[in-house]
């Protein structure tokens, strides 16, 4: 019996000192990394491992380049590409193999947009005249021009003036019908007059609001006070000169293109539904799904 605890303990000894020893450790993660391998070569038995290097690749290498650095490469730097596109289709296809395009949002997102950008692809036939007229006739205010105002006005800053605004404002009023009274108004590097501007730039230059609220200000009056992306102002339209409607031929390459993406968009869309009615889809918390379509 004292034997067989001797042997025991110098066989618990030994095992332990293998435990610790780094060249075993080595050994045990080689080992795994092999059998790794194995089991992803095994799953890519089928997979097709030649990598075909085409006239199509290529020109898809040289014009990145091209659109980088406005040029076209050398034979070196084309050398250089072209083994750095096979280096990363060797990468990609290994990465495929350890499935780790699975749930990585990046790639989804990626993968979305490059189908998304096949269906968009799928342009129908131009369009011909009576399918332009049709779409202009129907979209007559989306191609109308600016009307065009020149005006004055008259800035106040709220966070100046705070609750005494209106007060400031009345007054302001008061003194513009007394010549001899100072300018009211505080300063700004906002133009006192603007002329013949159409609203697409007072829009850029006042704000939105602004530009909007002079289509409906009377002329030949200080009207207001109208906001602006600034403050508030008094603003007197000198002249409004309303925009002729445009004819097809002045915005036919905008109509052109406004009709074939909305066609895009109409054939992206029914691609989309047609392929929906392959797949079924369940909700695993209808409960919580109704509860967010009544909000």
Do not use: C
Not at 76 to 83: D, F, K, P, T
Not at 138 to 160: K, L
Not at 178 to 194: I, N, R, S
């Amino acid at each position: 019996m004292q034997v067989e605890k001797h042997v025991s303990r110098e066989w618990s000894g030994l095992i332990g000192s293998l435990i610790r020893e780094p060249l075993v450790h080595f050994i045990l993660i080689g080992a795994g990394l092999f059998w790794l391998f194995g089991a992803v070569s095994g799953d890519m038995r089928d997979a097709p491992t030649e990598i075909i290097v085409n006239e199509d690749s290529i020109a898809t290498i040289k014009a990145g380049f091209e659109q980088t650095w406005r040029r076209e490469p050398t034979a070196e730097e084309l050398e250089q590409l072209i083994e750095g596109w096979v280096r990363d289709e060797i990468l990609y296809r290994e990465g495929l193999a350890l499935n780790l395009q699975t749930d990585d949002p990046v790639v989804r997102r990626r993968v979305i947009q490059k189908f998304s950008f096949l269906l968009e692809g799928m342009v129908p036939d131009e369009p011909a005249e009576p399918d332009l007229e049709q779409w202009f006739a129907d979209n007559i205010d989306a191609y109308r021009r600016d009307d065009t105002y020149s005006f004055r006005q008259i800035y106040f800053d709220p966070a100046v003036h705070g609750t005494r605004l209106s007060d400031v404002i009345a007054s302001a009023r008061r003194s513009l019908a007394d010549p001899t009274a100072e300018p009211p108004g505080d300063p700004t590097l906002l133009p006192d007059y603007v002329g013949s501007a159409p609203a697409g730039g007072i829009a850029r230059e006042f704000g939105g609001a602004f530009a909007a609220a002079l289509a409906e200000l009377p002329e030949g009056q200080w009207a207001g006070p109208i906001d602006s992306a600034y403050g508030v102002h008094l603003v007197l339209i000198e002249s409004r000169v309303p925009a002729p409607l445009p004819s097809l031929n002045d915005v036919r390459s905008k109509v052109e293109y406004d009709l074939m993406q909305a066609r895009a968009a109409a054939t992206s869309a029914s691609i989309v539904e047609e392929l929906r009615a392959r797949y079924t889809i369940r909700y695993s918390n209808a409960v919580a799904l109704d509860a967010l379509t009544d909000e």
